[in-house]
Nanobody
Framework: QVQLVESGGGLVQAGGSLRLSCAASGSIFSINVICWYRQAPGKQRELVAV????????NYADSVKGRFTISRDNAKNTVYLQMNSLKPEDTAVYVC?????????WGQGTQVTVSS
């Protein structure tokens, strides 16, 4: 079992920055990949960023590439999403997901609101 807790969401002006955190606990060794998703009203859930647990390789959605950075702190069992140059279109609930061979585990999400 893996437990995930997100934090760091809030209200920010367009062009501003925010850093989200996803703290993992439980069977950390079983996690292969950590993903950040976002869900906005009227839209499908979107995969925003991915980082592998071992190699630390990353991938990003085209919509956030160059603006967002996913990173990890293994000592804290935490993955971060640094969000720069935020746009109103980035407004969503951001949720982290840990993928294991057994399946996926979800946090409860953190709200990000970007005002124009």
């Amino acid at each position: 079992q893996v437990q995930l807790v997100e934090s760091g969401g809030g209200l920010v002006q367009a062009g501003g920055s925010l850093r989200l955190s996803c703290a993992a606990s439980g069977s950390i060794f079983s996690i292969n990949v950590i993903c950040w998703y976002r869900q906005a009203p009227g839209k499908q859930r979107e995969l925003v960023a991915v980082i592998t647990s071992r190699g630390g390789s990353t991938n990003y959605a085209d919509s956030v590439k160059g603006r967002f950075t996913i990173s990890r702190d293994n000592a804290k069992n935490t993955v971060y999403l640094q969000m720069n140059s935020l746009k109103p279109e980035d407004t969503a609930v951001y949720v982290c997901n840990a993928r294991t061979l057994e399946g996926g585990y979800w946090g409860q999400g953190t709200q990000v609101t970007v005002s124009s």
